[in-house]
């Protein structure tokens, strides 16, 4: 059976378990979500099937967005997304998916753009010391030595540097189902997930736990 | 989407606890507690074990001094201190945990501080809390 939406990240906050335990929990709004265009082997030369969520006005539409649209009669969608099924004719334009693919106490992967940190140095990017404060070092937060003169004469590839840091896709898996609300689409998951609040991301049916 | 806030806001409701006691920092209160034991869990004397896991409920109430309320809607906890058996024990209750039965204050204190942390240092008489003056009702 299908197992991802899009979804849009609300927030977290905490709930009480069965024992009274309290559970940090992060709620997703996801679906409902429409399948705008099924994939195949051959035609694509792979198998999916596009998911779209959120409506929007059509005029804000590109014109060729718009003629996909009115094609398969579908209100038109802010975010489309692609996922990998093992056969798209499961599936038909226009059918509505909602939070109920998933169960209660499963797992799921959460995939999103971490919160951005900009340009950041050694220390913050990777985790480097750094030397002391004070006593006339002059070595703070520099990355010092990144490579010996003579051998081997050259920068490893993968050196630790400065960078972009953040901003970037990340997927955090198996995160349990703690609760889910069918009625308002919501999903509370148990632990953090990547980005900000209102942030787009996409729920799957965990990889590796079930 | 519709209001991000309200859907929080409408999620934490939800686990709140409505009617819950009007306790301040410096009061004695007794708070019940539920426990679940199980007695397979726990070790028998002598040998002696339960082959069944019985799961038993009960109350516990703990009685002390709050020192401190922290945090503010769902995630609001309060710190109760005693000495028990001269040995200074204190327990962080989550306000709206479904394990607290009731609340109950027996004793209003008077204190001129948010948390009483400095009751921590203090042994015996100096440890204690002044209670609470009743208002005169005005006319």
Redesign the interface.
């Known amino acids: 059976m299908f197992s991802g939406l899009i979804g849009r990240k609300v927030g977290m906050t905490q709930i009480f378990g069965e024992k009274g335990e309290s559970i940090p929990v992060t709620l997703i709004e996801a679906g409902p979500c429409v399948v705008l265009q099924k994939k195949t082997s051959a035609k694509e030369g792979y198998e999916a099937v596009q998911l779209g969520y959120e409506d929007i006005k059509e005029k804000k539409l590109t014109k060729s967005l718009k003629t996909k649209f009115s094609k398969i009669k579908v209100k038109p969608k802010r975010y489309i997304r692609e996922f990998r099924v093992s056969n798209p004719d499961d599936y038909e334009v226009g059918q509505e998916l909602k939070v109920d693919i998933f169960e209660e106490g499963s797992f799921v992967d959460v995939c999103g753009t971490s919160k951005g940190k900009g340009f950041a140095g050694v220390i913050k990017r990777w985790g480097f010391k750094g030397g002391p404060a004070s006593h006339g070092s002059r070595f703070h937060r520099a990355p010092g030595s990144i490579g010996a003169s003579a051998s081997p004469s050259r920068v490893f590839k993968g050196q630790k540097l400065p960078g972009q840091m953040g901003h970037k896709r990340v997927t955090i898996q198996s995160l349990k189902i703690v609760k889910l609300d069918k009625e308002k689409n919501l999903l509370a998951i148990n632990g953090a997930i990547p980005g900000a609040s209102r942030q787009i991301v996409i729920v799957e049916k965990a990889e590796k736990k079930s | ?1 519709s209001n ?1 806030g309200s ?2 806001d409408e ?2 409701k939800s ?1 709140k606890k409505d009617d819950i006691t009007n306790f301040c920092v410096g009061d004695t209160i007794k708070v019940h507690v ?1 426990i ?1 034991e199980k007695t397979a869990a726990k070790k028998g004397k002598m040998g002696q074990k339960k082959g069944k896991a019985e799961v038993k409920e009960r109350v516990q109430v703990f009685q002390g001094i709050v020192i401190r309320r922290k945090g503010g809607g ?2 609001e906890t309060f710190t109760v201190r005693k000495v028990s058996y001269g040995e200074g024990v204190e327990r962080i209750f ?1 306000l ?4 607290i039965v009731k609340i109950e204050v027996a004793r209003q204190g008077a204190v001129r501080r948010a948390k009483l942390y400095y009751l921590r240092e203090r042994i015996g008489k100096a440890a204690k809390v002044k209670e609470k003056k009743k208002q005169a009702k005005k006319t």
């Open positions: 989407m991000i859907i929080l999620v934490s686990q539920r679940v769902i995630s989550p709206h945990s479904p394990n």
